[in-house]
């Protein structure tokens, strides 16, 4: 089965400009998730989403960072402006459904900000 | 709140010689636990998960780990180390209801010739 697409690869932009990344999860996966990778750090959930719905967006900075899952299967992630804080590799996730949270997630290849 | 602590953000071992990477994880509820792996400019591959069954998990490409609910850990192991398994791993938690998962910091492994 195709595994989790992310695009691009690679981007660099420098502040205050704005990005957006697009995530296709693996076909059937109700839930997907946005993880940001810090260099030297863990991978940290940014938002979740079961279906089209927000399930947790707790760690999300909201006044820059927005995302949607549109008809419940692809998402794009938004930031809007962007701060050199924000350089990381932005993870792409699904599973096929979150209950118990024992499903496993596959990760996409993830996306390398660069922000100068 | 569930939190994971990986002991060593480096670890060096020769080829052939056993792999040991640390994890312990705090949980307030019966956790799950899973190993992922991450090679340079790759996506995490999950390695094995702990899900209340066996306590001794067995993974892929000849790994395995041990959990230890007296010493909340979940150590991952392996009896002989090679080249392909240098790489970054990452230990993860995930005890909620919504499935997210909490991460290590990573180790490093690396392995000599």
């Known amino acids: 089965e195709a595994g989790v697409a992310q695009s691009p690869r690679y981007k660099i932009i420098e502040k205050r400009q704005s990005v957006a990344f697009w995530c296709n999860p693996i076909s059937g996966h109700a839930t997907l998730y946005w993880y940001q990778q810090i260099l030297g750090q863990g991978p940290k959930l940014l938002i979740q989403f079961q279906n089209n719905g927000v399930v947790d967006d707790s760690q999300l900075p909201k006044d820059r960072f927005s995302a949607e899952r549109l008809k419940g299967v692809d998402s794009t992630l938004k930031i809007q402006p962007a701060k050199l804080e924000d350089s990381a590799v932005y993870l792409c996730?699904?599973?096929?459904?979150?209950?118990?949270?024992?499903?496993?997630?596959?990760f996409g290849p993830g996306t390398r900000l660069t922000v100068t | 709140a569930q939190s994971v602590t990986q002991l060593g953000s480096h670890v060096s071992v020769s080829e052939g010689a056993l792999v040991l990477l640390r994890c312990n994880y705090s949980?307030?509820?019966?956790?799950?636990l899973f190993w992922y792996v991450q090679y340079p400019n790759q996506g995490l591959q999950l390695l094995l998960k702990y899900t209340s069954a066996a306590t001794l998990v067995k993974g892929i490409n000849g790994f395995e780990a041990e959990f230890k609910k007296s010493e909340t850990s979940f150590h991952l192991t392996k009896p002989s180390a090679h080249m392909s398994d240098a790489a970054e791993y990452f230990c993860a938690v995930s005890g909620g209801s919504q499935g997210n998962l909490i991460f290590g910091k990573g180790t490093k492994l690396s392995v000599k010739p």
């Open positions: 949980s307030s509820v019966p956790p799950y």
């Open positions: 996730a699904s599973s096929l459904d979150m209950v118990g949270g024992a499903y496993e997630q596959y």
